[in-house]
């Protein structure tokens, strides 16, 4: 008997090894998907998601390839260069433009065209025109964050500051008051221990203020810098002046050594513009916390980010993509990445939906992140990215600096010069 069932067990190895080869002999389509994950909790997703679509799909494997996020811009490009671009890309808005105007994406629109079971109506439009170039749809969307105002609740009634508003912006005047407020030197040793906000040289952190204030960065056919207009200068200075004046923000050194989340995670920052990823963060920490309406100068302007995926013009089975990237965007994979609690769901119903509002958790005012999508705005990139910001970023470092602040009006005429210089060599 024993000899029997030691052979019947053999045989049943046998048999699965066959059913395994042959299921493998079957996956007549590889498909490369390239993404750039930041947590073990995202990747699983990735995992699990194509794992179930390979077992729906028996004839298509997906091959994922992870990059950091800080290489992986220069990957896919390195990648395309050498001939073995991957057949669906992850992409962002802010990496989208210089992708594109090298015309490395398939335009999806004869595909959605002819596909009766996908509906771009069901998406917001602005998360759809975020990969729209030359009047192709090159990606679709998966999901979005707009900058709304994180507030440490703890940090308002400790200084006797009402909180903001649920449903009404703070004026530019009425959050500097506020921020006076709320930076404090608590012991009286002379060193101030909590912060009204913060400034950074991270271009969403003072651009959304120019923007606010009608000014811009770029002009809109984004071909020459316009940060030296009265309107861009007037913000940047009530930027400056929160630092450097008012002194409600850590200075960028500051910043710099105890770093901008911790600073935020300790309490020592009662007001933050970010998006719907940091809540995460936010609930991690001790304090109590909700978020607030984003501010308003002469009108209502938010810092918006828009992630999605793009299919290849070199992808041999560009079809058997789509339908891959339709079963991740679908409601039921949009799920997945919503109840990771990062970003927005590009998909209306889902985002208005409890997966991702989450009433039984903080924010209680989540849905602030729907109602200022209206006010959202990308930043204006352009194949030059790396090398404007650059040019920007060393100028504000020396315009916010406390020891020796540069001028602003200087500074930015200055800025406005070097990124016009930049961008006349394109021509």
Known sequence: MKYSLKYMVSGLLFLCFIISC????????????????????????????????EQENPDVEIFLINTPYNG?????????AGGNIPDIISINNEMFPPFAEKDIFLDLDDLIKKDRTFDVKEFYPVTINAFAYKNRMLGIPRDFGVFVMYYNKNLFDQSGVPYPPKDKSWTWAEFLRACKKLTRDNNGDGIIDQYGTLIQSWMPWWAMYIWQNGGDVLNPQRTQCVLDSARAKEAM????????KHKVSPSLDMLAEEGVLPMVQTGKIATFFIGPWERRNFRMCDFDWDV????????IVSPLFVDGYAISKTAKHPEKAWHFIKYIISEKGMSEFTKLGFATPARKKLAESDVFLEPD???????????TLPYGRMLPVIPQWDEMGGI????????????????VEKGLDEITHDVNKLLRKKE
Do not use: C, H
């Open 72 to 80: 992986y811009r220069q990957k896919i490009l390195t990648m395309s």
């Open 22 to 53: 042959t299921q493998r002999t079957k996956r007549s389509v590889t498909i490369n998907f390239t993404v750039w994950v930041n947590t073990p909790d995202q990747l699983k997703t990735y995992e699990t998601l194509i794992e179930n679509y």
């Open 292 to 299: 607030a309406p984003m501010i308003k100068g002469k009108k």
């Open 392 to 407: 920007i970023v060393r100028k504000l470092e020396l315009i916010l600096n406390r020891e020796k602040p540069y001028p």
């Open 237 to 244: 200075r009530f930027v400056a002046d929160l630092v450097l």
């Open 361 to 371: 958790k903080k924010p209680r005012n989540a849905v602030l992140f729907l109602t």
